[in-house]
């Protein structure tokens, strides 16, 4: 078999080789705590298309592994290195190539950042509108990969709404386009669908074709306490019952104000059950309708502007969740479970109880307008009883989700983190043809082995 270093050398500049074992590692994880990575034989960084089919063609020629990477923000061990693979990182690949205000989409490199995107359409009045909270550190390439969702899904959607083609290099060299440049089309099966969400198990997106919306007017901003978390259920059905339209609507839970105030001080109301902090914009309604609804259901402070910079800053105690968890637990383990909207009572009352028989901290946040909740389950890596407790009640939330008719990964992908739970969501007739699938694209399963299916 061929030596993988010397079939690259003779492909590809050596700059874009590296083996250095600190540089490395540096790309051999993602943000998964919980996940063991193996050790990478090297990292390659192309910077054209041409110098991925160069890549893929000198790992076909040594039969080696391919682990595609973005930024490295995902949360599932999705990018995590596998023994002796060879990393692909398009993080050299970050142009926005296109932006067609006729047509209303951008042509971008993988490795451009989801904000960098962001900020070149809304220069032109456009707007991209997925919006993971990672968005000023993950990838598009990342996000079309993962299928990445976000805080404005509840009115637009996830990523697959927004990709209408792809570049995608297979695993053999070959290139294909997937998609097309008219807004309308029938022609053949939806193979762009299928790459999205796909955790680089099927090809390397090399290029990506996005909808764009018209900008659409500044959002207004309102925070609503609540005492009580089944009020606050009932505050959020009542405003999707009574056809109101937010474009944000998180809950922040008491566990997740404490952590945040402590370290980002925002004089935030820590006695109250749960936050919920949403945006709309007058497009749809005023504010004040929805806020009317949350006093109705006994909100207990309510807070409302159509200040846009005062509403980035209340969407600030949202963002900050993440990082303040980590500075109260070098560990944390996040979930990514959803269910339909008038569920979320009981996804959130069953947490709390597994949180309190395991004896485990579990600040509960997320997307309370998509049902899509992020139970974070904190510990001490060292604590081996702890780390024991984490796994229990994170195999418990799983199921209780499932229980509730909901999804075990609403938008951070399976990767290794649950891949041994997929077989109680997917029944087996489909997994095996989700996995003919994926032997059809990568017979000799090079592609991000032992990940996602
Ligand atoms: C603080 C924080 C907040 C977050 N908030 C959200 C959120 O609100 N919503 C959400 O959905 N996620 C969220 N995430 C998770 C993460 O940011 C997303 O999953 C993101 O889409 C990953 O993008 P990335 O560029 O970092 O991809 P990576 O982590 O590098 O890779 C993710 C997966 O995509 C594959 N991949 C990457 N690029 C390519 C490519 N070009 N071709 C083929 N496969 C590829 C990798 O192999 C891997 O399977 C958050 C993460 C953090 C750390």
Same mark, same amino acid.
């Given at each position: 078999m061929a030596d993988l270093l010397t079939e690259l050398r003779e492909r590809l500049p050596e700059a874009r080789i590296k083996t250095d074992p600190d540089v490395v590692l540096a790309y051999s994880h993602d943000r998964a705590h919980f996940e063991r990575h193996g050790t990478a034989a090297v990292l390659v960084s192309p910077q054209s298309t041409d110098e991925v089919v160069a890549a893929m063609k000198a790992a076909e020629a040594a039969n080696a592994i391919v682990v595609p990477r973005g930024a490295g923000t995902g949360l599932t061990g999705a990018a995590n290195a596998i023994d002796g693979c060879m990393i692909l990182s398009v993080h050299n690949m970050a142009e926005v190539l296109e932006i067609d205000r006729t047509n209303r989409m951008a042509r971008v490199q993988p490795g451009v950042i989801n904000s960098e995107l962001k900020k070149a359409v809304a220069s032109v009045g456009l707007y991209y509108p997925p919006d993971p909270a990672s968005y000023e550190m993950s990838s598009i390439g990342g996000n079309v990969a993962t299928n990445a969702g976000g805080l404005c899904c509840v009115k637009y959607g996830v990523t697959r709404d927004y990709v209408i083609g792809l570049e995608v290099v297979l695993v053999n060299g070959d290139v294909i386009r997937t998609g097309r @440049?008219?807004? @309308?089309s029938t022609t053949g099966l939806d193979l762009t669908g299928l790459f999205v969400g796909s955790e680089g198990l099927l090809g390397i997106i090399t290029e990506i074709t996005v909808k764009l919306e018209p900008a659409p007017s500044p959002p207004e901003t309102a925070v609503a306490y609540f005492a009580e978390l089944p009020q606050c259920g009932q505050a959020i059905t009542a405003i999707f019952d009574r056809g109101l339209q937010p474009t944000v609507m998180e809950i922040i839970d008491r566990a997740s104000l404490e952590i945040v105030e402590r370290h980002y001080p925002m004089d935030l109301d820590t006695d109250a059950a749960c936050l919920i902090l949403m945006q709309a914009t007058a497009e749809d309604q005023p504010i004040s309708e929805l806020v009317e609804i949350c006093e109705e259901f006994g909100a207990t402070g309510v807070f409302h502007t159509t200040d846009p910079d005062e509403g980035e800053q209340l969407l600030e105690v949202r963002r900050r969740i993440g990082n303040a968890l980590e500075k109260v637990s070098k560990h944390y383990l996040p979930e990514d479970v959803a269910v339909t909207r008038e569920r979320l009572p009981e996804l959130l009352s069953g947490i709390t109880e597994i949180a309190e028989r395991n004896e485990v901290l579990i600040p509960v946040f997320g997307h309370a307008g998509d049902g899509n909740m992020h139970p974070s389950l904190v510990f001490d890596i060292d604590d081996e009883d702890e780390v024991r407790r984490v796994r229990k009640a994170f195999t418990e939330i799983v199921q209780l989700a499932l229980d509730l008719g909901g999804t075990l990964a609403a938008e951070h992908g399976v990767g290794t983190l649950k891949r041994e739970f997929i077989e109680d969501e997917i029944d087996p007739i489909h997994l095996a043809l989700q996995r003919e699938l994926k032997a059809t694209f990568d017979p000799d399963n090079r592609l991000n082995p032992g990940k996602g299916l």
């Open positions: @440049k008219t807004l @309308k």
